[in-house]
C-alpha cells in the first residue's frame, strides 16, 4: 500500500526527518490525529503483532508452489497479501507514533518490530515473482483465465511482463545481498551534508553572525539585502566548492550502483531500467523534457518581469529566489485554512467534499509542531481498513493552507483509491500520486483569484503561481535532464570527474536560464550546485514532479471549464487506484501524457498568469 507521500519531498528537502519547532499555538485535542481507528491502545497494537507473525508461515509455505495450480497460486497469493496489508496496518500506527514524538523510545521500538516483520515477510516471500515467471508461457495463459485467479490478472500481468528482467531465486537471492549497499552513496551523501560540512559564518548587514547551514541558507537566500544574499550563496556553494572531489567519488559510486542493476536486470540504460517496473515508456521521459525546454521563453519572460518589479540592473542566480512582491504574505489560522479547504474543492462535488469532512470530524490530521514530533508534511495511506493520515507543521502561513491542500489531495486519492479497490490494487503509482495533490493547490489558487480582487493579494497569488512553474516544472525538468546526460556519459565510458560533472551542470544551467539570452547571469561557483542537490540518489524519480505538475495544471483547467463530466473522469482515475498502468490511468482522468496537449494547456495557464501579474505590474506602476 501507498506509504509516506512527503510534501515536496524531493523539491525542497532531503533532511526530511528533522524535529519541528515548538509553535506558539496551544494545542488540543482535535487538533491531533485519533490513531484508535487503527488500534484503541499500543497493548491492542501489542496483540496484533503477535496475530501478524503467524501470518507469515503460511506464506513461507508457499515456496516451490507458486506454480502448482491456479487454485494453489490464488490461495498463495491471499494468504500473501492479507500479511502484507496487516503488517502495513502494524507499521501505520508505529509510524505516526515516531513522528508524533520521535524521543518516545517504546514507539521506537515499535517501529523497528514492525519493520523486522515486514522482512520476515520479505523473505517469506521472495520465490513468488521467480516461481511465476517460470510457468511455461501456454501454461501461464490458462492459469491467467482461471477464475480462480480473476482478481489478481493485473498482478500476473505485471509479473509477467518483467519476465525477461526477472531473475531467478537463487540470483534474487544474491542481488538481495546487495540491498544494504545499495543506499550507501545516499547514506553517505546525507551524513556529508547534515554532519560534517564546515558551514561558514556570514556577517550579515545587520551586524548579525550566522552560520550558513541549509536552513539558513534557505532563509538568507530570500534576503532583501543584495549583499546578504550573495554573501550567503558564496558562502554556502564555496563550502560545496570544497568538497567537490568527495562527492564527485559518491556520484559515481551512485551511478555504478545502477549501471549494476541495470546490467543484471538486463535494461538497455539506466533511465529505462528506472521507467520499467512502472511501464512507462521512455517517450514520456524525453517529450517531458523536449517540451519543457520549448516553453523556456515564458520562464524568461516571468524572470524579466521580476527583474522589473525588484528594479534590478540585472538578475543573477543568486536573485532568483525573491519573492515577485515585498507585500506581506497573507496568515490564515487552521480553521481559516479548513474553510479555505471548503470553499477550494466545491468544484469536486458533494462526494469529495464529504470525505474532507470525514477527516476534519475524524481526526485524521496532526496540525502543529510539538517538541519531539517530526518536520515537514506528510500523508499516510498505508492502512487499508482504515484512513489516511495527515502530518502537518501548521505554522499560520500561506504555504501551511498550501500544504494542507497538497497533502489531502493525496489523502483523497488513498481513500478512494482503497474503498473502490481491492488491497492488491489500492496503492496508486508514483507516477500519479503527485496529480492529485497538485491538483488541490491548482484549484486554491484559482479559487484566491478569483475571491478577492485586492491588487496586491492577486499579484502574491500570481507570484505563487509562477514559482510553482518555476521550482516544479523547469528546476526539476532540468535535474531530470542533467540525471539522465550523466548516466548516459557514465554509460559511454566516461569517469564522471568533479570538472564534468561542473561542465554538464552549468552548461544546462545556462541553458534553461537563458544566460546567452540576457535573462540571468550565473557565476562560474554555482557549477557546483549538483553537489547540493538530493533528487539524484532517488533513481529517476524526479521527472515525475513536473510531469505531476503538468498533468494536474491541464487536468484542473479541464475541471473548471468543462463541469461535471471532467470531474468525473478526474475522480474515476482516483478511484482507480493501482489498478491500471500510470498512462492509462491519466487517459482515464481525460489526459493523454504521452502526447503534446497536457503541455499545452498547462503552460497556457501559465501564460495566462503572466499576462495578469504583468498587467498588474503595469497599473501600479502608472499609479
Same mark, same amino acid.
Given at each position: 500500500?501507498?506509504?509516506?507521500?512527503?510534501?515536496?519531498?524531493?523539491?525542497? !528537502?532531503?533532511?526530511?526527518?528533522?524535529? *519541528?519547532? #515548538?509553535? %506558539?499555538?496551544?494545542? $488540543?485535542?482535535? @487538533?491531533?490525529?485519533? &490513531? +484508535?481507528?487503527?488500534?484503541?491502545?499500543?497493548?491492542?497494537?501489542?496483540?496484533?503483532?503477535?496475530?501478524?507473525?503467524?501470518?507469515?508461515?503460511?506464506?513461507?509455505?508457499?515456496?516451490?508452489?507458486?506454480?502448482?495450480?491456479?487454485?494453489?497460486?490464488?490461495?498463495?497469493?491471499?494468504?500473501?497479501?492479507?500479511?502484507?496489508?496487516?503488517?502495513?496496518?502494524?507499521?501505520?500506527?508505529?509510524?505516526?507514533?515516531?513522528?508524533?514524538?520521535?524521543?518516545?523510545?517504546?514507539?521506537?521500538?515499535?517501529?523497528?518490530?514492525?519493520?523486522?516483520?515486514?522482512?520476515?515477510?520479505?523473505?517469506?516471500?521472495? !520465490?513468488?515473482?521467480?516461481?511465476?515467471? *517460470?510457468? #511455461?508461457? %501456454?501454461?501461464?495463459? $490458462?492459469?491467467? @483465465?482461471?477464475?480462480? &485467479? +480473476?482478481?489478481?490478472?493485473?498482478?500476473?500481468?505485471?509479473?509477467?511482463?518483467?519476465?525477461?528482467?526477472?531473475?531467478?531465486?537463487?540470483?534474487?537471492?544474491?542481488?538481495?545481498?546487495?540491498?544494504?549497499?545499495?543506499?550507501?552513496?545516499?547514506?553517505?551523501?546525507?551524513?556529508?551534508?547534515?554532519?560534517?560540512?564546515?558551514?561558514?559564518?556570514?556577517?550579515?548587514?545587520?551586524?548579525?553572525?550566522?552560520?550558513?547551514?541549509?536552513?539558513?541558507?534557505?532563509?538568507?537566500?530570500?534576503?532583501?539585502?543584495?549583499?546578504?544574499?550573495?554573501?550567503?550563496?558564496?558562502?554556502?556553494?564555496?563550502?560545496?566548492?570544497?568538497?567537490?572531489?568527495?562527492? *564527485?567519488?559518491?556520484?559515481?559510486?551512485?551511478?555504478?550502483?545502477?549501471?549494476?542493476?541495470?546490467?543484471?536486470?538486463?535494461?538497455?540504460?539506466?533511465?529505462?531500467?528506472?521507467?520499467?517496473?512502472?511501464?512507462?515508456?521512455?517517450?514520456?521521459?524525453?517529450?517531458?523534457?523536449?517540451?519543457?525546454?520549448?516553453?523556456?521563453?515564458?520562464?524568461?519572460?516571468?524572470?524579466?518581469?521580476?527583474?522589473?518589479?525588484?528594479?534590478?540592473?540585472?538578475?543573477?542566480?543568486?536573485?532568483?529566489?525573491?519573492?515577485?512582491?515585498?507585500?506581506?504574505?497573507?496568515?490564515?489560522?487552521?480553521?481559516?485554512?479548513?474553510?479555505?479547504?471548503?470553499?477550494?474543492?466545491?468544484?469536486?462535488?458533494?462526494?469529495?467534499?464529504?470525505?474532507?469532512?470525514?477527516?476534519?470530524?475524524?481526526?485524521?490530521?496532526?496540525?502543529?509542531?510539538?517538541?519531539?514530533?517530526?518536520?515537514?508534511?506528510?500523508?499516510?495511506?498505508?492502512?487499508?481498513?482504515?484512513?489516511?493520515?495527515?502530518?502537518?507543521?501548521?505554522?499560520?502561513?500561506?504555504?501551511?493552507?498550501?500544504?494542507?491542500?497538497?497533502?489531502?489531495?493525496?489523502?483523497?486519492?488513498?481513500?478512494?483509491?482503497?474503498?473502490?479497490?481491492?488491497?492488491?490494487?489500492?496503492?496508486?503509482?508514483?507516477?500519479?500520486?503527485?496529480?492529485?495533490?497538485?491538483?488541490?493547490?491548482?484549484?486554491?489558487?484559482?479559487?484566491?483569484?478569483?475571491?478577492?480582487?485586492?491588487?496586491?493579494?492577486?499579484?502574491?497569488?500570481?507570484?505563487?503561481?509562477?514559482?510553482?512553474?518555476?521550482?516544479?516544472?523547469?528546476?526539476?525538468?532540468?535535474?531530470?535532464?542533467?540525471?539522465?546526460?550523466?548516466?548516459?556519459?557514465?554509460?559511454?565510458?566516461?569517469?564522471?570527474?568533479?570538472?564534468?560533472?561542473?561542465?554538464?551542470?552549468?552548461?544546462?544551467?545556462?541553458?534553461?536560464?537563458?544566460?546567452?539570452?540576457?535573462?540571468?547571469?550565473?557565476?562560474?561557483?554555482?557549477?557546483?550546485?549538483?553537489?547540493?542537490?538530493?533528487?539524484?540518489?532517488?533513481?529517476?524519480?524526479?521527472?515525475?514532479?513536473?510531469?505531476?505538475?503538468?498533468?494536474?495544471?491541464?487536468?484542473?483547467?479541464?475541471?473548471?471549464?468543462?463541469?461535471?463530466?471532467?470531474?468525473?473522469?478526474?475522480?474515476?482515475?482516483?478511484?482507480?487506484?493501482?489498478?491500471?498502468?500510470?498512462?492509462?490511468?491519466?487517459?482515464?482522468?481525460?489526459?493523454?501524457?504521452?502526447?503534446?496537449?497536457?503541455?499545452?494547456?498547462?503552460?497556457?495557464?501559465?501564460?495566462?498568469?503572466?499576462?495578469?501579474?504583468?498587467?498588474?505590474?503595469?497599473?501600479?506602476?502608472?499609479?
Amino acid at each position: 500500500m501507498t506509504s509516506l507521500i512527503w510534501r515536496n519531498a524531493l523539491v525542497t !528537502s532531503f533532511s526530511l526527518f528533522t524535529l *519541528a519547532t #515548538p509553535h %506558539a499555538q496551544a494545542q $488540543t485535542e482535535a @487538533d491531533k490525529w485519533d &490513531l +484508535s481507528a487503527l488500534y484503541p491502545n499500543d497493548q491492542a497494537w501489542g496483540e496484533a503483532a503477535k496475530s501478524v507473525a503467524t501470518l507469515i508461515g503460511p506464506v513461507e509455505k508457499c515456496k516451490g508452489q507458486w506454480g502448482k495450480s491456479p487454485k494453489t497460486m490464488a490461495s498463495c497469493l491471499d494468504v500473501y497479501f492479507k500479511a502484507q496489508k496487516e503488517a502495513a496496518r502494524l507499521s501505520n500506527y508505529a509510524d505516526q507514533k515516531v513522528s508524533a514524538n520521535g524521543d518516545d523510545p517504546k514507539a521506537q521500538a515499535m517501529k523497528g518490530q514492525a519493520g523486522k516483520l515486514f522482512a520476515k515477510l520479505g523473505e517469506a516471500s521472495s !520465490s513468488q515473482n521467480s516461481e511465476i515467471i *517460470a510457468i #511455461p508461457p %501456454a501454461k501461464f495463459k $490458462t492459469y491467467r @483465465d482461471d477464475p480462480a &485467479l +480473476s482478481k489478481y490478472q493485473m498482478v500476473l500481468e505485471n509479473i509477467v511482463r518483467l519476465r525477461e528482467h526477472t531473475l531467478s531465486a537463487e540470483e534474487n537471492k544474491i542481488l538481495a545481498y546487495s540491498a544494504e549497499l545499495s543506499e550507501g552513496s545516499r547514506d553517505v551523501f546525507h551524513a556529508l551534508t547534515t554532519l560534517n560540512l564546515p558551514f561558514p559564518n556570514v556577517t550579515l548587514k545587520s551586524g548579525e553572525t550566522v552560520q550558513m547551514t541549509a536552513p539558513n541558507f534557505g532563509k538568507y537566500r530570500q534576503s532583501k539585502d543584495t549583499a546578504d544574499r550573495e554573501k550567503s550563496f558564496q558562502a554556502f556553494f564555496g563550502t560545496y566548492k570544497n568538497f567537490r572531489e568527495t562527492y *564527485a567519488a559518491n556520484f559515481n559510486s551512485m551511478v555504478s550502483r545502477d549501471a549494476f542493476y541495470r546490467k543484471a536486470h538486463k535494461y538497455n540504460s539506466d533511465v529505462e531500467a528506472a521507467l520499467g517496473e512502472a511501464n512507462i515508456p521512455l517517450s514520456v521521459y524525453t517529450r517531458m523534457i523536449e517540451q519543457v525546454k520549448a516553453y523556456r521563453p515564458l520562464l524568461w519572460r516571468y524572470l524579466k518581469l521580476k527583474q522589473k518589479v525588484l528594479g534590478l540592473e540585472e538578475l543573477k542566480y543568486s536573485d532568483l529566489y525573491l519573492p515577485l512582491t515585498e507585500d506581506a504574505a497573507p496568515e490564515y489560522t487552521f480553521t481559516q485554512a479548513k474553510d479555505l479547504a471548503r470553499a477550494t474543492v466545491k468544484p469536486l462535488g458533494d462526494e469529495y467534499q464529504s470525505v474532507l469532512e470525514r477527516s476534519i470530524k475524524e481526526r485524521w490530521v496532526d496540525v502543529y509542531p510539538a517538541k519531539g514530533k517530526v518536520g515537514g508534511a506528510y500523508m499516510d495511506g498505508s492502512a487499508y481498513d482504515v484512513h489516511p493520515y495527515l502530518l502537518m507543521n501548521y505554522n499560520n502561513d500561506y504555504d501551511s493552507v498550501s500544504t494542507y491542500l497538497h497533502e489531502f489531495g493525496h489523502a483523497a486519492h488513498s481513500y478512494y483509491s482503497t474503498k473502490s479497490q481491492p488491497y492488491q490494487y489500492g496503492e496508486y503509482p508514483t507516477f500519479a500520486a503527485e496529480v492529485a495533490s497538485t491538483f488541490n493547490e491548482n484549484l486554491l489558487h484559482h479559487y484566491l483569484i478569483n475571491s478577492n480582487k485586492d491588487p496586491k493579494f492577486q499579484l502574491f497569488v500570481l507570484g505563487q503561481i509562477l514559482e510553482n512553474f518555476r521550482t516544479t516544472v523547469f528546476r526539476q525538468a532540468f535535474f531530470a535532464d542533467f540525471e539522465w546526460k550523466t548516466h548516459e556519459l557514465a554509460q559511454k565510458g566516461n569517469t564522471l570527474t568533479a570538472d564534468l560533472l561542473d561542465k554538464t551542470y552549468f552548461d544546462l544551467l545556462k541553458e534553461y536560464y537563458g544566460e546567452a539570452e540576457g535573462v540571468v547571469k550565473v557565476e562560474p561557483l554555482y557549477a557546483v550546485e549538483w553537489a547540493y542537490i538530493p533528487h539524484f540518489y532517488n533513481h529517476f524519480y524526479v521527472f515525475q514532479y513536473t510531469t505531476s505538475f503538468i498533468a494536474s495544471n491541464a487536468l484542473a483547467e479541464k475541471v473548471l471549464a468543462e463541469g461535471p463530466k471532467a470531474r468525473d473522469a478526474y475522480i474515476s482515475m482516483l478511484k482507480a487506484g493501482g489498478s491500471l498502468y500510470p498512462l492509462d490511468l491519466l487517459k482515464l482522468g481525460g489526459l493523454d501524457m504521452s502526447g503534446t496537449e497536457p503541455y499545452k494547456i498547462s503552460f497556457r495557464a501559465m501564460e495566462n498568469a503572466l499576462i495578469q501579474a504583468e498587467a498588474l505590474v503595469d497599473a501600479r506602476a502608472k499609479k
